[in-house]
């Protein structure tokens, strides 16, 4: 093997100062290579959304929920004892249910509520959480002669249709990962959220959102009652959904990443 | 849903000051909860290793090498998209072979190398690399009427044999670590290194090893090349093994997060 090139072979001790090598602390260097290491899952995400996050009007959210085995019908086991990414060309396997039971549903709701109330005492210092509670009608219509879907949404207490409220939903990627040591999986969705007008068809089905908004760090965690028309969908859906407020944030971080190693490389 | 204990439930905005809401900068909190998010893995690793950094005459070391699955007998292949812990259950499924290309090695030695030479520059103000060059050769004795080796390490040059080099190893636990996006996967081993008296039975296999140990932030990494007796084990093998210089700082590490959980809960 090759040794050091700055001293002969046989010289067996760098000549290092040996007194600051002796603290009995954990040094604060983040490696040997001065970098910090990037943990798999985080990059494996990270990647997945830069992919898609300079898009214009891309909606980014994850849902925690229940990853379902459609051949067995129950919870994915893959035997893995840590998150783990399932392989998106394996997804038609697998269903995610966004639900949960409504206690884990009233955990989140509390300690969410903990969370703003402990913000909004005056000497707090860090970033407030804002709270939004909103009572909302999704009602879907059809475009005659394909299979697109239009979204209309109006707040329940006025009937007015509410700010960007008319959209057209279009699915892009899904990455599915199963988190074994939790009791909820979660699903990252990509879509489109194009603006469209009125449709002037019949409304083919509906349905009520009851949903409080936390937002914090550029995150809404949006916690929400769904439940369908009476005769369609009758059960209660309790999901939580993590959304990005504003993607372009992501997409500008992406720029400013992208220019760097632009210029390194 | 429960609203926010401090407001009335037809609230719809909180009375958070909206001007430190917009900056159009990514949040620096870790998160809603003020938590940094520590990966699955990195923690499951903790805890593996924390369970035993306490043992008196531990070795905790991770190896570079193949996760070989023996049905096939080629590298594994669950599937994954990222760094996975395998289930030890299944650990008898699975051979680990802790070696690489010879070219693989030479990157690995000619990068530290650098790191060593940058290191040790006058300005350098971070922590220096330790380095250290050694040929050795191990000898095993069988312990009559057990299953029992006691290893002997010489110094090849000199012939004496090297401090703490007399040694009975007992493997504990391996935890292997299948990394599908690199080269290389891992095991982390823990094995105990009790020191024993000089036996006076007859050799039963000896090895050499030709290593380097680059030294930075408490472990060292060990550049080995391993060579058996011309008869029974004649390849050369070429070894990356992290290790814990001193399980010590560990344990001490896990004592005062130990003191820290009781203080807290």
Redesign the interface.
């Known amino acids: 093997?090759?040794?050091?090139?700055?001293?002969k072979?046989d010289?067996?001790?760098?000549?290092?100062?040996a007194k600051?090598?002796q603290t009995?602390?954990?040094?604060r260097?983040y490696?040997?290579?001065?970098v910090k290491a990037v943990?798999?899952?985080?990059?494996?995400i990270a990647d997945f959304i830069a992919e898609h996050c300079q898009r214009e009007n891309v909606e980014i959210e994850a849902k925690l929920g229940i990853l379902i085995e459609k051949r067995t019908n129950v919870r994915v086991n893959?035997?893995?004892?840590?998150?783990?990414?399932i392989?998106p060309d394996?997804n038609r396997h697998y269903r995610f249910e966004s639900n949960m039971p409504l206690e884990q549903?009233?955990h989140f709701?509390?300690?969410?509520?903990d969370?703003?109330?402990k913000?909004?005492v005056r000497e707090y210092r860090?970033?407030?959480?804002?709270?939004?509670?909103?009572i909302e009608t999704d009602r879907f219509y059809e475009v005659p002669n394909t299979r697109k879907k239009i979204r209309v949404t109006t707040d329940q207490a006025t009937g007015k249709i509410v700010p960007n409220g008319i959209i057209e939903k279009i699915r892009i990627a899904d990455l599915n990962i199963h988190?074994p040591?939790q009791a909820l999986d979660f699903r990252i969705s990509i879509n489109l959220e194009l603006p469209r007008t009125k449709p002037n068809t019949e409304t083919s089905f509906e349905r009520n959102k009851?949903r409080?908004s936390?937002?914090?760090?550029?995150?809404a965690?949006d916690?929400t009652?769904v439940k369908g028309s009476a005769d369609k969908d009758p059960d209660l859906r309790h999901e939580l959904e993590l959304e990005f407020a504003d993607s372009s944030?992501l997409a500008?971080?992406k720029s400013k990443h992208d220019h760097f190693l632009a210029v390194m490389l």
């Open positions: 093997m090759e040794s050091s090139t700055k001293r072979s010289e067996t001790e760098a000549p290092a100062p600051r090598q009995n602390t954990l040094s260097e490696s040997i290579f001065s943990d798999d899952v985080t990059k494996y893959m035997g893995a004892l840590t998150e783990t990414i392989n394996d549903h009233r709701n509390k300690i969410l509520n969370m703003v109330n913000t909004q860090g970033e407030r959480i804002k709270y939004k509670h909103t988190a040591n009851d409080i936390y937002q914090h760090g550029g995150i965690f916690l009652q944030i500008n971080e």
